[in-house]
Protein backbone atom coordinates (compact mmCIF):
# COMPACT_ATOMS: atom_id res chain seq x y z
CA UNK A 1 0.00 0.00 0.00
CA UNK A 2 1.73 3.58 -1.03
CA UNK A 3 1.40 7.05 0.93
CA UNK A 4 2.25 10.01 -0.92
CA UNK A 5 1.68 13.14 -0.77
CA UNK A 6 1.39 16.57 -2.23
CA UNK A 7 1.90 18.33 0.62
CA UNK A 8 5.62 16.90 1.97
CA UNK A 9 4.91 17.78 5.25
CA UNK A 10 1.60 15.71 5.53
CA UNK A 11 3.32 12.73 4.67
CA UNK A 12 5.06 11.86 8.12
CA UNK A 13 2.23 11.94 10.15
CA UNK A 14 -0.19 10.28 7.93
CA UNK A 15 2.35 7.10 7.70
CA UNK A 16 2.46 7.26 11.26
CA UNK A 17 -1.53 7.43 11.79
CA UNK A 18 -2.41 4.84 8.80
CA UNK A 19 0.39 2.04 10.73
CA UNK A 20 -1.12 2.86 13.91
CA UNK A 21 -4.75 2.83 13.20
CA UNK A 22 -4.76 0.37 10.22
CA UNK A 23 -6.20 2.15 8.08
CA UNK A 24 -7.26 0.95 4.62
CA UNK A 25 -7.97 4.37 2.76
CA UNK A 26 -6.99 7.59 3.70
CA UNK A 27 -7.02 11.02 2.04
CA UNK A 28 -6.48 14.51 3.36
CA UNK A 29 -8.00 17.14 1.41
CA UNK A 30 -9.08 20.86 1.55
CA UNK A 31 -12.70 21.40 2.24
CA UNK A 32 -12.62 22.29 -1.26
CA UNK A 33 -11.88 18.79 -2.22
CA UNK A 34 -8.19 19.07 -3.19
CA UNK A 35 -6.29 16.46 -2.60
CA UNK A 36 -3.23 16.98 0.16
CA UNK A 37 -2.40 13.40 0.56
CA UNK A 38 -3.65 10.11 0.29
CA UNK A 39 -3.25 6.23 1.32
CA UNK A 40 -4.12 2.93 -0.28
CA UNK A 41 -5.86 4.32 -2.97
CA UNK A 42 -4.93 2.88 -6.29
CA UNK A 43 -6.65 4.52 -8.97
CA UNK A 44 -7.32 8.49 -9.47
CA UNK A 45 -10.99 7.99 -10.62
CA UNK A 46 -11.02 6.49 -7.05
CA UNK A 47 -9.46 9.71 -5.25
CA UNK A 48 -11.41 12.30 -7.18
CA UNK A 49 -14.57 10.49 -6.16
CA UNK A 50 -13.89 9.96 -2.69
CA UNK A 51 -12.82 13.12 -2.47
CA UNK A 52 -15.91 15.34 -3.44
CA UNK A 53 -17.97 12.47 -1.53
CA UNK A 54 -16.18 13.39 1.70
CA UNK A 55 -16.04 17.00 1.11
CA UNK A 56 -19.68 16.71 -0.06
CA UNK A 57 -20.55 14.53 2.98
CA UNK A 58 -18.28 17.40 5.60
CA UNK A 59 -20.46 20.32 4.08
CA UNK A 60 -23.90 18.64 4.25
CA UNK A 61 -23.55 17.79 7.89
CA UNK A 62 -21.80 20.98 8.69
CA UNK A 63 -25.33 22.53 7.46
CA UNK A 64 -26.86 20.42 9.10
CA UNK A 65 -25.65 21.68 12.29
CA UNK A 66 -25.77 25.41 11.50
CA UNK A 67 -29.54 25.02 11.00
CA UNK A 68 -29.85 23.25 14.26
CA UNK A 69 -27.72 26.38 15.81
CA UNK A 70 -24.93 24.18 16.56
CA UNK A 71 -21.18 24.59 15.84
CA UNK A 72 -19.88 22.12 13.04
CA UNK A 73 -19.66 18.25 13.56
CA UNK A 74 -16.30 17.27 14.76
CA UNK A 75 -16.37 13.80 12.90
CA UNK A 76 -18.93 11.76 11.38
CA UNK A 77 -18.81 8.40 11.27
CA UNK A 78 -20.67 5.29 9.82
CA UNK A 79 -19.85 1.59 10.15
CA UNK A 80 -20.93 -0.45 7.56
CA UNK A 81 -20.81 -4.80 7.41
CA UNK A 82 -17.09 -5.03 6.97
CA UNK A 83 -15.28 -1.73 6.68
CA UNK A 84 -16.18 1.88 8.70
CA UNK A 85 -15.93 5.40 7.46
CA UNK A 86 -14.74 8.56 9.60
CA UNK A 87 -14.71 12.08 8.73
CA UNK A 88 -12.96 14.44 10.56
CA UNK A 89 -11.98 18.50 10.14
CA UNK A 90 -8.63 19.35 11.24
CA UNK A 91 -7.18 22.83 11.73
CA UNK A 92 -3.47 23.77 10.64
CA UNK A 93 -1.67 26.68 9.87
CA UNK A 94 -2.42 25.92 6.06
CA UNK A 95 -6.26 25.96 6.63
CA UNK A 96 -8.57 23.35 7.43
CA UNK A 97 -8.04 19.87 6.23
CA UNK A 98 -10.77 17.07 6.01
CA UNK A 99 -9.91 13.56 6.45
CA UNK A 100 -11.72 10.88 4.98
CA UNK A 101 -10.13 7.25 6.56
CA UNK A 102 -11.73 3.87 5.63
CA UNK A 103 -10.89 0.91 8.05
CA UNK A 104 -11.42 -2.52 7.92
CA UNK A 105 -13.68 -3.79 10.72
CA UNK A 106 -12.11 -7.10 11.21
CA UNK A 107 -8.50 -5.47 11.85
CA UNK A 108 -10.07 -1.76 13.33
CA UNK A 109 -12.40 -0.22 14.97
CA UNK A 110 -13.59 3.77 15.47
CA UNK A 111 -11.72 3.76 19.21
CA UNK A 112 -8.54 2.86 17.56
CA UNK A 113 -9.40 4.89 14.42
CA UNK A 114 -10.46 8.34 16.73
CA UNK A 115 -7.58 7.75 19.34
CA UNK A 116 -4.93 8.23 16.70
CA UNK A 117 -7.07 10.29 14.58
CA UNK A 118 -6.60 12.90 17.83
CA UNK A 119 -2.49 11.88 17.34
CA UNK A 120 -2.56 12.95 13.47
CA UNK A 121 -4.40 16.33 14.18
CA UNK A 122 -1.71 17.44 16.55
CA UNK A 123 1.02 16.29 14.43
CA UNK A 124 -0.56 17.91 11.23
CA UNK A 125 -1.15 21.07 13.24
CA UNK A 126 2.40 21.11 14.52
CA UNK A 127 4.09 19.96 10.85
CA UNK A 128 1.87 22.66 9.17
CA UNK A 129 4.82 25.04 7.67
CA UNK A 130 3.63 28.95 9.27
CA UNK A 131 4.90 30.56 6.96
CA UNK A 132 3.43 31.64 2.95
CA UNK A 133 -0.07 30.85 2.03
CA UNK A 134 -1.67 28.25 0.05
CA UNK A 135 -2.12 29.03 -3.37
CA UNK A 136 -6.00 29.60 -4.20
CA UNK A 137 -6.57 27.45 -7.31
CA UNK A 138 -8.00 29.29 -10.22
CA UNK A 139 -10.96 27.84 -12.29
CA UNK A 140 -8.30 28.13 -15.32
CA UNK A 141 -5.48 25.82 -13.52
CA UNK A 142 -7.76 23.44 -12.06
CA UNK A 143 -7.63 20.69 -14.74
CA UNK A 144 -4.27 21.09 -14.31
CA UNK A 145 -3.24 21.61 -11.17
CA UNK A 146 -5.83 18.35 -10.60
CA UNK A 147 -3.47 16.56 -12.94
CA UNK A 148 -0.28 17.32 -11.14
CA UNK A 149 -2.00 16.65 -8.25
CA UNK A 150 -3.02 13.02 -9.26
CA UNK A 151 0.56 12.51 -11.16
CA UNK A 152 2.04 13.52 -7.34
CA UNK A 153 -0.40 11.14 -5.75
CA UNK A 154 0.18 7.99 -7.80
CA UNK A 155 3.83 8.56 -8.39
CA UNK A 156 3.53 9.30 -12.03
CA UNK B 1 -15.27 -3.95 41.13
CA UNK B 2 -13.37 -0.85 42.11
CA UNK B 3 -14.21 -1.69 45.90
CA UNK B 4 -11.74 -4.52 45.66
CA UNK B 5 -8.46 -2.69 47.07
CA UNK B 6 -5.96 -2.12 44.92
CA UNK B 7 -8.71 -1.50 41.77
CA UNK B 8 -7.15 1.90 40.44
CA UNK B 9 -10.66 1.69 38.20
CA UNK B 10 -12.75 -0.17 36.21
CA UNK B 11 -14.49 -0.18 32.35
CA UNK B 12 -17.02 -1.31 29.96
CA UNK B 13 -15.86 -1.13 26.49
CA UNK B 14 -17.84 -2.50 22.79
CA UNK B 15 -15.13 -5.05 21.48
CA UNK B 16 -16.31 -4.24 18.41
CA UNK B 17 -16.45 -0.55 18.46
CA UNK B 18 -13.21 -0.06 21.01
CA UNK B 19 -15.90 2.73 22.74
CA UNK B 20 -16.42 3.14 26.53
CA UNK B 21 -19.81 2.21 27.08
CA UNK B 22 -19.09 3.21 31.32
CA UNK B 23 -16.45 3.83 33.18
CA UNK B 24 -15.07 4.56 36.54
CA UNK B 25 -11.47 5.72 36.46
CA UNK B 26 -9.00 7.34 38.31
CA UNK B 27 -8.34 11.19 36.62
CA UNK B 28 -4.82 9.62 35.22
CA UNK B 29 -5.57 6.95 33.19
CA UNK B 30 -7.37 7.56 29.75
CA UNK B 31 -10.18 5.78 29.76
CA UNK B 32 -10.68 5.99 25.23
CA UNK B 33 -7.18 5.00 24.83
CA UNK B 34 -7.44 1.92 27.12
CA UNK B 35 -10.75 0.68 25.89
CA UNK B 36 -9.70 1.40 22.24
CA UNK B 37 -6.22 -0.64 22.59
CA UNK B 38 -7.78 -3.32 25.26
CA UNK B 39 -10.84 -4.04 22.41
CA UNK B 40 -8.07 -4.45 19.12
CA UNK B 41 -6.39 -6.51 21.83
CA UNK B 42 -9.38 -8.63 22.62
CA UNK B 43 -9.95 -8.84 18.61
CA UNK B 44 -6.12 -10.10 17.79
CA UNK B 45 -6.34 -12.49 21.30
CA UNK B 46 -9.93 -14.02 19.60
CA UNK B 47 -8.24 -15.03 16.16
CA UNK B 48 -4.87 -16.33 17.45
CA UNK B 49 -7.38 -18.52 20.00
CA UNK B 50 -9.76 -19.43 17.23
CA UNK B 51 -6.24 -20.11 15.19
CA UNK B 52 -5.24 -22.44 18.16
CA UNK B 53 -8.07 -24.24 18.59
CA UNK B 54 -8.48 -23.64 22.41
CA UNK B 55 -12.06 -22.22 21.87
CA UNK B 56 -12.95 -18.67 23.51
CA UNK B 57 -11.10 -16.20 26.06
CA UNK B 58 -12.82 -16.27 30.02
CA UNK B 59 -10.25 -13.96 31.64
CA UNK B 60 -6.48 -12.41 31.23
CA UNK B 61 -4.54 -10.88 33.83
CA UNK B 62 -1.36 -8.92 31.58
CA UNK B 63 0.69 -8.31 34.53
CA UNK B 64 2.90 -4.94 34.30
CA UNK B 65 5.75 -3.27 36.02
CA UNK B 66 3.58 -1.11 37.40
CA UNK B 67 0.24 -2.25 38.07
CA UNK B 68 -1.24 -5.08 35.83
CA UNK B 69 -4.76 -5.50 33.32
CA UNK B 70 -7.43 -7.38 34.04
CA UNK B 71 -10.39 -8.40 31.21
CA UNK B 72 -13.15 -10.70 31.33
CA UNK B 73 -15.07 -10.67 28.00
CA UNK B 74 -18.99 -10.90 28.56
CA UNK B 75 -21.02 -12.82 25.69
CA UNK B 76 -22.62 -9.53 24.71
CA UNK B 77 -19.68 -8.40 23.18
CA UNK B 78 -18.48 -6.14 26.11
CA UNK B 79 -14.82 -6.23 27.72
CA UNK B 80 -15.03 -5.73 31.14
CA UNK B 81 -11.63 -4.37 31.88
CA UNK B 82 -9.86 -3.26 35.44
CA UNK B 83 -6.59 -1.42 35.86
CA UNK B 84 -5.01 -2.59 39.15
CA UNK B 85 -2.27 -2.12 41.28
CA UNK B 86 0.60 -4.79 41.04
CA UNK B 87 -0.43 -6.21 44.53
CA UNK B 88 -4.03 -6.80 43.72
CA UNK B 89 -5.45 -9.86 44.76
CA UNK B 90 -5.68 -11.05 41.44
CA UNK B 91 -8.18 -13.96 42.57
CA UNK B 92 -10.47 -12.20 44.18
CA UNK B 93 -10.44 -9.22 41.07
CA UNK B 94 -11.46 -12.12 38.90
CA UNK B 95 -14.30 -13.39 40.34
CA UNK B 96 -15.68 -9.72 40.52
CA UNK B 97 -14.78 -9.19 37.01
CA UNK B 98 -16.96 -12.86 36.18
CA UNK B 99 -19.58 -11.37 38.36
CA UNK B 100 -19.66 -7.90 36.11
CA UNK B 101 -19.78 -9.56 33.18
CA UNK B 102 -22.41 -11.73 34.03
CA UNK B 103 -24.65 -8.72 35.04
CA UNK B 104 -23.87 -7.09 32.05
CA UNK B 105 -24.48 -10.28 30.22
Known amino acids: ?156 | MTRVRGVRGALLVSTADGLVVAEQLMEDVKGAALAALAASLANRLGRAMTAAGIGASVFWHLQCSEGALLVVPAPSGVLVVAIAEPEVNVGLARLELLRAAELVG
Open chain 1, 1 to 156: MTTRAVEGWTLEPLKRFVGEASARLVLLMTPAGQVMAQHGFSRALDVMSAAALGTAIMASTAEIARQLGQPPFAAVTHQGERHGIFLAGVTTHRGAIVALVVYDLDVSSVGLVQLFFEQLRTELHAASPKTGVPKQVLAADFERQLSDSLDTLFGR
